[in-house]
C-alpha cells in the first residue's frame, strides 16, 4: 500500500522567508513523488516531480524537494517567499503497487504575510 | 489548447436527480480518474481507468459510475443525488504504459446538492 503524510495543515511565514512544508510517504517498492499547488477555485498544476532519477528536483517558481529514501520524506522548499505563493500545496506518491494511481496527502495551506 | 477539459464548472441541482459530468483529455495520455475533493480539500480518488482496467475505490457509491466512449473520455454518471455528494470533482489524465507521468487536472467541477 503506499500513502503520503503532510505535516502541518497551515504553514505561515513572511514574505522573503525559507519555505518548508513537509512530506512523507509510505511504500514498500520504489515511489514517484509529485508536488502539486492548488490555488483557489483552480485544479492542481505540477510544480515539481521525482521518478528516480536525480534526489534534489527543481521545479517552477523556485520550488525545489528532495528525495532522502532513509528519512522516506520528499520535502518542499523554496528559498524566499512570495505573496503570490500563498495556495493549497499536495503531496503525492505513485507506485507499482498502487497501479500507478496518484494518491495525495491531505494538503498544506501556505499562508504569506506581507 | 485545454489538456484535460471537463464540464460544467458548476452544477446546482436538487436530491434525487440524476446527472453527469463530461471530461476530455487530448493528451494522448492512456489513463483516466476521477478524484473527488470535500470540504477540507482532501483527495480521494475514485476511478482509475485505462482501455485494459477499471479500478473502482471500494468506498464509492455504486450510484456513482464511470462511462467511457473512448480513450479520451470519461464521464461520470451519478444516481439519486444525495446532500454529502456536494463536492469538487476533478478529472485527470496521466500515461501509465511506457514508464508513467504525472497525472494533468482539469479545473473541477464543483457540485452543489440542495
Known amino acids: 500500500a503506499q500513502s503520503v503524510t503532510q505535516l502541518g495543515s497551515h504553514v505561515s511565514v513572511s514574505e522573503g522567508a525559507l519555505v518548508l512544508l513537509r512530506c512523507n510517504y509510505s511504500?514498500?517498492?520504489?515511489?514517484?513523488l509529485f508536488w502539486y499547488v492548488q490555488y483557489p477555485n483552480q485544479g492542481l498544476q505540477l510544480l515539481l516531480k521525482?521518478?528516480?532519477?536525480?534526489?534534489l528536483v527543481k521545479g517552477i517558481n523556485g520550488f525545489e524537494a528532495e528525495f532522502k529514501k532513509s528519512e522516506t520524506s520528499f520535502h518542499l522548499t523554496k528559498p524566499s517567499a512570495h505573496m503570490s505563493d500563498a495556495a493549497e500545496y499536495f503531496c503525492a506518491v505513485s507506485t507499482s503497487g498502487g497501479s500507478y494511481i496518484p494518491t495525495f496527502g491531505r494538503g498544506t495551506s501556505l499562508i504569506v504575510h506581507p | 489548447d485545454t489538456a484535460v477539459s471537463q464540464t460544467p464548472k458548476y452544477l446546482v441541482t436538487q436530491m434525487g436527480n440524476d446527472k453527469s459530468i463530461k471530461c476530455e483529455q487530448n493528451l494522448g495520455h492512456d489513463t483516466m480518474y476521477w478524484y473527488k475533493q470535500d470540504s477540507k480539500k482532501f483527495l480521494k480518488i475514485m476511478f482509475s481507468y485505462n482501455n485494459k482496467e477499471l479500478i473502482i475505490n471500494e468506498t464509492v457509491p455504486n450510484r456513482f459510475s464511470p462511462k467511457s466512449p473512448d480513450k479520451a473520455h470519461l464521464n461520470l454518471h451519478i444516481n439519486s443525488l444525495e446532500l454529502g455528494d456536494s463536492a469538487v470533482y476533478f478529472c485527470?489524465?496521466?500515461?501509465?504504459?511506457?514508464?508513467?507521468?504525472?497525472?494533468?487536472f482539469g479545473q473541477g467541477t464543483r457540485l452543489t446538492v440542495v
Open positions: 521525482y521518478t528516480s532519477a536525480a534526489t
Open positions: 511504500s514498500s517498492v520504489p515511489p514517484y
Open positions: 485527470a489524465s496521466s500515461q501509465v504504459g511506457g514508464g508513467p507521468t504525472e497525472a494533468f
